[in-house]
DNA sequence: TTGTAAGCGTTATCAT
DNA sequence: ATGATAACGCTTACAA
C-alpha cells in the first residue's frame, strides 16, 4: 500500500529527529475537510463553500454544523492542497536590503503583522551582496520555487530585479515612482545643515562595501539642494563604523574642504563614527564639524553629544505599503488617498548641528 | 470546462494588480514535470525520480535527457504539489525574538543561507509580545498553516511554546539543554568585573518591557557567580535607553550600593546608556562605575569611552545551528562532534572597565 | 531500467 | 440548497 505520510512520522519519531517519543505518537494525521465533512454529515464541497465564507448559499443550521464540526477537529486549511489549485501560494515574500537599516525590524514586525491579518503569510528575504553576488539568483530562486501572491520591495531589488519578476509573471509592490523617501530624506538633511548656517556640506555613506540602496538617492538630493542653493557640490566620503578609518575619513574631507563643514550622513552610526572621530581630532561640534544622521537609533538620543537626526515615524512608512497591499488584495476601500511615502520625516534636533 | 488558473491570470493582468499588461500575458504556465517528461521521451516518474537524485538506477543518456529537458524548460518543481504529497513542506521557521538584538539580522541572513542551500525555504517569524499577546496564537497559526519541516528557535520561543510545538508533530530546533549560551555570557561578564577588582556588581536589564528572553539566564549566571565569588548578590537594574531614565536608574544604583560598581549589562545598548548616564552624574568611568555589555556592536567601539564587552563569533553561533540542521535533515556526518554553543565566546577589552 | 497508477487536500463547475 | 467530480503537480510502491 502506499501511504505517503510514512516520512512524516519517520520524522518527528524517530532519532533522525532526537524528538522523544513519549508513548504514543503525538502527531496524529491533522484533520481534512473529509473528517470535516463526514463530522458534519455534509460533502467536503459544502465544507469548502461555507468555510470560504459562501454563507448565503447554505441554511443556517448547515452552517453551524460545518463550523462546529471544523473547530471541534482543529480543522484548518492545508495551503499546499490549496495552492496547489489555485496555482499560487498565500505568500508574500519582503524583500529586504542587507544594508545596515536598524529599524528594519520594526518595519518588518509591523508589516507583517499588517500582512498576515490579510490572510498571508510572510516570507523575509534578505536581498543582499554578502552572500557572493547570487543574491538576485536566491531570490529568483525563492520565486519560482514557492510562486508567491507577491513581493514587497523593501530597497533589497533593483530596477532589474523588479522588472524580472514581473516578467516572471509576479506581483510586485509597490510601484512607487511617487516619491522616493530618500530624495526627501537627502533634502531635510540638506535643508537643515544650510539653515544652522552651514555653507559648506558633505555627504558620509556607509563605509562598507555592501550594496547601500538608499545612499545614492539621498547623495543625489543633497547634490541638488546645494546647487540650488548655490552653494559648492557636496564633497562625498565614505565611513566605516570604526575609530580609526573614520578618523582617517574625516581628516581627509576637512583637510580638502576647512571648516566649519556639515555632514548630512547615511545614518546614525556613521554619524556616531564622525562625532567620536572630530573629538578625536580635536575639532568641536558641532562648531567645527556639524553632523545629522538618519534613523533616531536609541543609541544616537543617548550618547553626548545628542544626535541631530531626520526620521520617519513607522506608521506613516507602513501605511504606505499598507495602502498598496490592499489595493491589490484586501478591500480596495479601505483608504481613498495612497498616502505619500515622505509622510512624518522630519528633523530631530540633537547637539550636534 | 474547469481553469483553476483562471485566479492567476486575474491577479497578475488586471488593475487589481496595477501591473501593465504589455502585450502577450507575461506569466504563461510555468513547466510541469509533466512537460519536462514529453521533452524527454519518459514518464513522469522517471523524471522525478532523476530530478531527485536517484540517478544510479538509470542510464547516464536517460539522465542526461531529463535534465537537459528540465533546463531547456525551465522547469523547477512545485513546492506545493511536493508539500501536499510529502505532508509537509520544504519551509524552516525561523523563530526570533522580539528584543533588541542588534545583531541578529546578521545571525538570520547566516543561517537563512546555509538553510537554503540544503534546500529548504527560510520563513522568518517575529515572535514577539509587542502585537498583543497573541505572539504564541500566531505562530501557532503559522504552524498549522504552513505544516514546516522545523521551527529553528532563536529565543522567541519559551519552553510552553516549544512543547506546544512539538505536540502538534513539529520538529523543533536546538534541543540544547546542553550550555544556555546565556549563562556563559553572564559568568563571562561577571568574572571580568571581578577580575577587574570589582566586588560590588550588579546587573542591567533592559529597560523596555518587550519580552526579554535572554536577561534572566544571565542575571541569574551573574548572581551565581557572585555567590561562588563569595560577592553580595547582585543588585538588579532596568535600564531604558534613553538618558533621563538611564540616569536615574544610575542614581538609584550607586545610591543605593555605593561605588566602585560594576556592572554587567545585557547588550551594548544599555551598556552605553550606563556610560553616558555616569558621565551626566559626574561618576568616574570606569573608576566608579564600571560597565560591560554584549554584541560587541559596531557603535560601541566607536563612541569614547569605548565598550568592553562581550560576543561571540558568528561563524561558531551559526556553526552550532547548522549541526543541528545538517543531522536532522542532511547528511549527520558533516560533523561529528556537536559544537558547544558557549564557543567563541569572548571578552573585548575596551576603556569601560 | 522504466512505466503505471494511486493518492495527497483543496476548489470550481456542473448536476441534482 | 447540496453533492459528485475532476483537476492541480508531485511522489512512490509496484508492476513490467
Redesign the interface.
Known sequence: MYR??A??RD??GDD????PENGKP?????ATSVDVARLAGVSRATVSHVLNGQVERFSAETVERVRGAAAALGY??????R????????FIVLAVP?ATV?R??EV??AL??DI?ELGF????H?A?V??GRKAPD?LH??I????P?GVVNLGGLSEDDMEAL???????LP?YRSGDPNLFIGRLQAGHLHARGRTEIAYAFTGDRRDDPYGPGRAEAVAAFCAEAGLAPPAHLHVP???AA?RKALERLVSLRGRPVGIACYND?VA??LV?AA??LGLEVPGDVAVIGVERT??G????P?LTTVAGDLPAIVGFFRYDLA??YGGAASRPEPPGLTDGYRIYQGETT
Chains 1, 2 share one sequence.
Do not use: N, W, Y
Open positions: 505517503p505520510h516520512a512524516v520524522l518527528s533522525v529527529s532526537g524528538q503525538p502527531s496524529r494525521r491533522p484548518v486549511r492545508s495551503t499546499a492542497g495552492a496547489l489549485v489555485r496555482g499560487r501560494g498565500d542587507h536598524t528594519v525590524q518588518i514586525e507583517s503583522a498576515e503569510t510572510v516570507v523575509v534578505f543582499g554578502r552572500a536566491r530562486h525563492m519560482e520555487t514557492l510562486r501572491a514581473r516578467a516572471a509573471g509576479c506581483l510586485v510601484r563604523i570604526e575609530a573614520a552610526e556616531l563614527a567620536f573629538k578625536g536609541e543609541v538620543q543617548v550618547v553626548s545628542r489595493r491589490a
